[in-house]
């Protein structure tokens, strides 16, 4: 970062390291690997997007057995989050959690527990029932959950190590549709706040770090993006930037102008 | 014997364990990245040589794909 004045609050802003259940992360983007038209671009945007967390899924062993994604990811030196994606109860995402565990040593779980077909929006009964198993068994719980924070609340009350609220339905690129909702999660919990879901493009992902979020989970924004490689660094330097403006303090609205030349010493020309 | 391996019937020869489902797949006991579930339970790796599976198991072999 030698292109930012090395001032004390810019320093903290940047090298304050993202802390999730004891570890200490210093990117503050998390990718998500689904869309990526190969391995390869793949590869490419975990490089440029810095991200030191990045989702697999679990499904079936395809025909040729697996493909090289782990060797990707193993190659790209970053720590896996398995998620639960296409579970519906709580019963699948815990036992998929468990396999992802066995899977991946890993205790780490992004827990999604889907409630409609449409708008893939989390079933909060079950999620947080869910949320609550797998902490008790020893889980690092990271739940993708509605804008809502009571809930937001009560996943962090069972101990679940971070949450991730949605900016907007999976894969929609609608961005942040309820700013307001998102920065009272900020002031409900104590745990690191993730927006997830809905960036569409870099804008939105430095509004999430403006409004107070801990971090941003980006994937199909980047994924399906014309350019893949471009839009991963772009998030990068977006969630920096807005880390940075949430640190600097933006100035209050007002519905009228403040000129910023003082009128003293204005010439009296006609 | 027969199980139902990722979905689709398959025939095992008998006593079928995990590690001779993986097989069926192109897998050997030791490929990374790789969960078995037996009957909606996990199986932990050390029980792949040696767990019975009873005719008509479900077997679901998983493995890392892109997502989230």
């Not at chain 1, 810019?10 to 992360?25: F, H, K, V």
């Not at chain 1, 990526?36 to 990045?54: D, K, Q, R, T, Y």
Request: aromatic share 2%.
């Amino acid at each position: 970062m030698a292109d930012i004045p090395a001032t004390a609050a810019s320093r903290a802003a940047i090298e304050d390291p993202l802390r999730i259940a004891g570890r200490e992360l210093r990117s503050r983007l998390l990718l998500g690997t689904g869309g990526f038209p190969s391995l390869e671009l793949l590869a490419e945007a975990i490089a440029l997007s810095g991200s030191e967390l990045v989702t697999v899924a679990l499904r079936r062993v395809q025909a040729g057995g697996p493909g090289g994604l782990i060797d990707v990811l193993d190659a790209a030196g970053v720590q896996l989050l398995p998620n639960t994606a296409g579970c519906h109860t709580a019963r699948d995402a815990v036992l998929t959690a468990r396999l992802s565990r066995e899977a991946f040593q890993t205790d780490w779980i992004k827990l999604e527990v889907i409630g409609d077909e449409d708008t893939l929006l989390p079933d909060a009964p079950e999620l947080l029932r869910a949320a609550e198993e797998l902490v008790g068994d020893g889980f690092v719980v990271l739940p993708y959950t509605t804008d809502d924070p009571v809930l937001a609340r009560r996943l962090a009350d069972v101990g679940c190590a971070a949450v991730m609220p949605l900016g907007s339905p999976i894969g929609s690129g609608m961005g942040i549709r309820n700013t307001y909702n998102i920065s009272l999660i900020r002031e409900a919990v104590d745990v690191p706040v993730v927006l997830d879901a809905g960036i569409g493009t870099a804008s939105d992902a430095a509004l999430a770090m403006e409004l107070g979020c801990d971090a941003v989970m980006a994937a199909s924004a980047i994924s399906r993006a014309q350019d893949p490689a471009a839009m991963a660094l772009a998030m990068r330097r977006a969630v920096e930037a807005g880390r940075l403006a949430r640190g600097a303090g933006r100035i209050p609205r007002r519905r009228y102008a403040t000129a910023s030349t003082s009128d003293e010493g204005l010439a009296e020309l006609t | 014997m027969t199980i139902l391996l990722n979905g689709r019937t398959c025939e095992l020869p008998a006593p079928g364990t995990p590690a001779g489902a993986l097989a069926e797949l192109g897998l050997d006991p030791g490929a990374r990245g790789v969960a078995v579930a037996v009957d909606g339970e996990v199986v932990p790796r050390a029980e792949w040589e040696s767990l019975a599976l009873s005719e008509g198991a479900r077997v679901e072999v998983l493995t890392a794909m892109q997502g989230g």
